[in-house]
């Protein structure tokens, strides 16, 4: 019989670190949880994926599946995107998060990085952090140490207090984050390991890595619990790791019953029966697990991160529903049904029928869209102007995310001749005069348009935009923007002006403000430009989005960045949660970069894409 997490307190006072014993141990091959035989049952919900308002629910549809404990990362660059300049409170308030999980008797474990990986921006780190550091990132270097230090000294304050120790739900705590798969500075994580216990960790600290004996190599420390990471092969993995630490545990940290999605794929599905087949073989291996991801949400504004794989960029989109158990509306799936089958068995009883009800969602309906504003000239009125005598860099700029303008007067020959962009990232729109004559993209085997018939000095502008950054392997920290130069054929184009449009700063309204537009162009739809519709609600309910016509851009509503769209798919709606709406008009705003459609949909199910089967690489 596995045993049942105790509930907590809601809220701990800051108070130093408790003399009393941490609530896990290992003996014997196994865990004690304060002295009694336990079993790990964990679930990943990212607080910073799911509105505050619905973390609570979120949470107890956790508990109702049979988890005892839930892990969240926690990213540095939520809290800290500007050094010196952190927040804590409302969506970011991660204590509030923690005290909630402990009111429904979840367990907690915090995996506080510097680096989280989780498909976000940047793998967690602030980009101040990693400008000019690529691949000197998470190692003894000592200014990144010195860095890192800060942010620790910043959320354990936070985490400490919570520790099972001092009577919160704290029971572990991850050192660094699936490390053997980056790098094989064993002073650095054992740097990491150190800094956490002088800043008042008690609780279990573990690694977490493949099921490899590369990553194994890389990532375990000696004296430090090592759990896997993994998706199927059970005996295989348990295996290896019983035959690295012989009495310890065996556990897989993140279980992946799902996948995440890049624009352009198909949407990652497996098969429920398959998932909890591998919970029931984890299990009947004496194993603990925990589910990644138990309840995905979404990667609200833009915080999706990239992957770089096969000499290929690829974005993430912002679902991210992962086919979790809990879809990201909060829907009990399937495989929901059949994990908590194997997690509970007979003891499983009924679900509560606020639980099994389906989430409530507005009735379907289209909106019209009606244009306020070209794209140019929004970005023309965006920020003070840079100049520079080459294009540079968002970092150079001190612009983490968003679109750049880039503008500069050449000289065009009158016979034909090209455009071509050295070290684009990301994606890139060139305007000759006002007109667009062409779209580039990272992935191009060569980012050249085509042109003539100039002869003349004439408007260059870029529209940039930095689609996600890197958030795994060895390219984590790369620059964004154009990073290599304009040629016009052979030749350089110098000197240049630059405005940054940051998008998670300035809602609608205020872009208005700026625009330096004229009626003529305004009211002009299938083209770039900023579009708006009036959405009417007796009461808030879910809602899901979809842009049909439209091609690829950003959508607000009431002034919050909701994300990115692209009709490239696979997903086509995003999930609007109704803590975002009000009863009454709300505005739905959206930035096309390309053309502009006719409507705005809201739908009452979710449009992810034509499925693909997942199929794990290790």
């Not at 900023?530 to 439209?550: K, M, R």
Request: hydrophobic share 40%.
């Amino acid at each position: 019989m596995l045993q049942e997490a105790r509930p907590h307190a809601a809220r701990l006072d800051t108070q130093a670190v408790s003399p009393n014993p941490a609530a896990l141990s290992i003996h014997d091959g196994g865990f004690l949880r304060f002295g009694e035989p336990h079993r790990i049952l964990s679930g990943s919900l990212h607080y910073f994926r799911v509105h505050p308002a619905q973390w609570k629910d979120r949470l107890a549809r956790l508990a109702a599946m049979g988890l005892n404990t839930v892990d969240t990362y926690i990213p540095w660059n939520f809290h800290e995107a500007v050094k010196g300049h952190s927040d804590f409170s409302g969506w970011r308030d991660v204590g509030r998060f923690i005290d909630l999980a402990g009111e429904l008797g979840l367990d907690v474990i915090v995996r506080p990085g510097p680096y989280i990986c989780a498909e976000w921006d940047n793998g967690g780190f602030p980009v101040w952090v990693t400008e000019g550091r690529m691949g000197r990132l998470r190692c003894m270097s000592e200014g990144f140490t010195q860095d890192v230090g800060g942010w620790l000294d910043l959320i354990m304050p936070h985490l400490a207090p919570r520790q099972a120790a001092n009577g919160g739900p704290i029971v572990a705590v991850q050192v660094e984050n699936e490390y053997g798969s980056y790098g094989d500075d064993a002073g650095y994580m054992s740097w990491m390991r150190e800094a956490l216990l002088v800043r008042g960790v008690t609780e279990l600290l573990y690694t977490a890595d493949g099921p490899t004996e590369l990553m194994l190599d890389g990532g375990t420390l000696e004296g430090t619990f090592a759990a896997a990471t993994f998706g199927s092969r059970v005996a295989e993995s348990a295996e290896l790791m019983r035959g690295r630490r012989p009495g310890d545990p065996f556990m897989c940290a993140e279980f992946w019953n799902g996948w995440f999605d890049h624009w352009g794929e198909k949407h990652h599905v497996r098969d429920p029966q398959d998932a909890a087949g591998i919970i029931r073989d984890l299990v009947e291996a004496d194993g603990s697990v925990s589910l990644y991801m138990a309840h995905g949400g979404t990667n609200f504004g833009l915080t999706s991160g990239a992957n770089f794989d096969d000499g290929r960029y690829q974005p993430t989109i912002t679902s991210y529903d992962s086919d979790a158990p809990v879809a990201e509306n909060g829907a009990l799936t399937e495989k929901f049904h059949a994990m908590r089958e194997v997690l509970l068995g007979p003891a499983a009883g009924p679900l509560p029928a606020e639980l099994l009800a389906a989430p409530a969602t507005l009735p379907a309906t289209s909106l019209s869209l009606r244009r306020s504003a070209g794209l140019l000239p929004l970005l023309r009125g965006a920020g003070t102007p840079i100049a520079a005598a080459h294009p540079l860099t968002f970092e150079e700029l001190d612009a983490d995310a968003g679109l750049v303008l880039y503008s500069a007067r050449p000289i065009l020959p009158k016979g034909p001749t090209t455009i071509s962009l050295l070290d684009l990232r990301d994606r890139a729109q060139v305007h000759v005069d006002g007109t667009l004559i062409g779209v580039l993209e990272r992935n191009d085997p060569a980012a050249v348009i085509e042109l003539s018939g100039y002869g003349e000095r004439v408007e260059l502008e870029i529209v940039v935009e930095n689609q996600g950054r890197i958030n795994y392997g060895p390219r984590l920290g790369e620059s964004k923007g154009i990073v290599g130069g304009v040629l016009i054929g052979r030749r350089l184009v110098s000197g240049w002006s630059h405005r940054h449009l940051a998008l998670t700063d300035l809602g609608p309204a205020e872009l208005l403000a700026t625009a330096q537009t004229t009626p003529e162009e305004s009211d002009h739809l299938r083209r770039p430009g900023l579009g708006e519709a009036t959405l009417e609600v007796d009461e808030p309910a879910d809602a899901f989005v979809s842009l049909p016509g439209s091609v690829k851009g950003f959508l607000w509503v009431n002034g919050f960045l909701l994300g990115r769209y692209w009709n490239r798919g696979p997903q086509a709606t995003l999930y609007l949660p109704a803590p975002l709406l009000v009863p009454g008009s709300n505005t739905l705003a959206i930035l096309e970069l390309e053309g502009l459609g006719e409507r705005v949909d809201i739908l009452q199910q979710a449009e992810l894409g034509p499925p693909e089967v997942f199929i794990e690489t290790f």
